[in-house]
């Protein structure tokens, strides 16, 4: 119940496109859905958080789409450009367990030229 | 500038040596952890730490121990009971609802 599954491992999308990474979850009590994007050699870094009272957040070209009944969150990367490219990690926390987070696996994102 | 410190940033270890990782934070953070990266793979949790003087062991403590005598250095030493250690160890802080913060690791190879 505290897993968080994350698809795909990896993505390719062409110069300009959309790239989508979802992430899903069971633990209802999870109220902090964060993403992370970690460069080579890096450690992560955050980009976008959302919490349940919204279902979407958008920072710039990137996007968090959140559906709250369907325990899902997703990642949306607009006119995705070679500098996306990393691997982004989504992760869920709650504040019962003071807001330690639960890692998805991972998705290594290649944006071709 | 406020952050993590990761030292050193590549590290080589014998075979049955212990060696000791850096973690240090100017952030005053409550909370630290230490995590594994295997090449293509996600975070594992080895130890994380709420409070000075307390810790808890993570999914794969085995082999490996901690110490968080200060609130700011959350150092991790890598046993010779590790029998695989050779991966990419990353420290990360956190304050209450905030976002963790990540140093920039430190490569650990068996030589």
């Known amino acids: 119940q505290q897993q968080v599954k994350q698809s795909p491992q990896s993505l390719i999308v062409q110069k300009g496109g959309i790239s989508i990474i979802n992430c899903a979850y069971e633990n209802t009590a999870f109220d902090y859905f964060p993403w992370y994007q970690q460069f080579p050699g890096k450690g992560p870094a955050l980009l976008i958080a959302?919490?349940?009272d919204v279902s979407e957040k958008k920072e710039g070209r990137f996007t968090i789409s959140f559906n709250k009944s369907a325990k899902q969150f997703s990642l949306h990367i607009m006119d995705s450009q070679p500098g996306d490219s990393a691997t982004y990690f989504c992760?869920?926390?709650?504040?019962?367990?003071?807001?330690?987070?639960?890692w998805g696996a991972g998705t290594k994102l290649i944006i071709k030229p | 500038d406020g952050g993590i410190t990761q030292s050193p940033k590549y590290l080589f270890r014998k075979e049955g040596q212990n060696v000791t990782l850096s973690c240090e934070q100017n952030?005053?953070?409550?909370?630290m952890y230490w995590y594994r990266q295997d090449p293509g793979q996600g975070l594992r949790l080895i130890y994380y730490?709420?409070?000075?003087?307390?810790?808890q062991k993570g999914d794969i403590a085995e082999g490996y121990s901690v110490s968080r005598e200060k609130k700011e250095s959350f150092p991790l030493t890598v046993t010779s009971a590790q029998k695989n250690p050779t991966a990419f160890y990353l420290c990360?802080?956190?304050?209450?609802?905030?976002?963790?913060?990540f140093g920039s690791g430190t490569r650990l190879t068996v030589v």
């Open positions: 952030l005053n953070h409550d909370a």
């Open positions: 959302i919490r349940p």
């Open positions: 730490s709420q409070i000075v003087n307390d810790f």
């Open positions: 990360a802080s956190r304050q209450g609802a905030l976002g963790y913060t």
């Open positions: 992760a869920a926390g709650s504040m019962d367990s003071n807001y330690q987070l639960i």
